[in-house]
């Protein structure tokens, strides 16, 4: 693989009483994408971001809206938050009636759609629908809150899947959520991600360090 590593900043870990300015601050530190964790307090235990942040926040960066739909139902959902001004949407293939409807619901409003697995799903599960999706969302945590440590099991995972990609030459994005930091972003880019979300390890001291942290990221040690 060689392939770009992207960095995705959580707004979970930014300053909620200031997310215009944090966004702001975070796309100058040359951010790649932009993740949204929305969380219905249902399908997890807590509650974040609705169709409106999302379109409130995209006057301010032309940066790509990556938002992973931790929610249940998804279908009624991708409407408003295609319209809100996402560019990915993400789902739990365990969350819909009918996996391949919801991909191409995603794909008729002309966004990209990706699935997500949590720890305790197998990578098999999302195997049928590789030629179909444009992004694989791994969980090294259980969803739900930040600041969680990473799950050392899910890098087996994560080579697993890539050797898939790679196998049936597919341009599927890898992307990796949950306890990510400079310690083990080497291990997971090995592994074969190529986008790494990350909320603390990208927000931590404050603005003058954004730019440093999403580079010690993107290019670990």
Known sequence: MNQK????????????????????????????????????????????????????????????????????????????????????????????????????????????????????????????????????LVMSVYPGFGGQKFIKGQIKKIKKIREKIEKNNLKVDLEVDGGINTKNAKDIINAGANILVAGAACFNKGKKYYKKNINALRNPK
């Open 5 to 136: 590593i992207k960095i995705a900043p959580s707004l979970l870990a930014a300053d909620f009483s200031h997310l215009g300015l944090e966004l702001t601050n975070i796309c100058k530190a040359r951010a790649d994408y932009i993740h949204f964790d929305i969380m219905d307090g249902h399908f997890v235990p807590n509650l974040t971001f609705g169709p409106g942040i999302v379109k409130n926040l995209r006057k301010y960066t032309k940066k790509i809206f990556d938002v992973h739909l931790m929610i249940k139902p998804v279908d009624k959902f991708v409407k408003p938050f295609a319209e809100a001004g996402a560019d990915i949407i993400t789902f739990h293939p365990e969350n819909v009636k009918n996996v391949d409807k919801t991909i191409k619901l995603i794909k008729s409003f002309k966004k990209k759609a990706g699935l997500s697995i949590n720890p305790n799903i197998s990578e098999k599960t999302v195997y049928p629908f590789l030629k179909k999706i444009n992004l694989i």
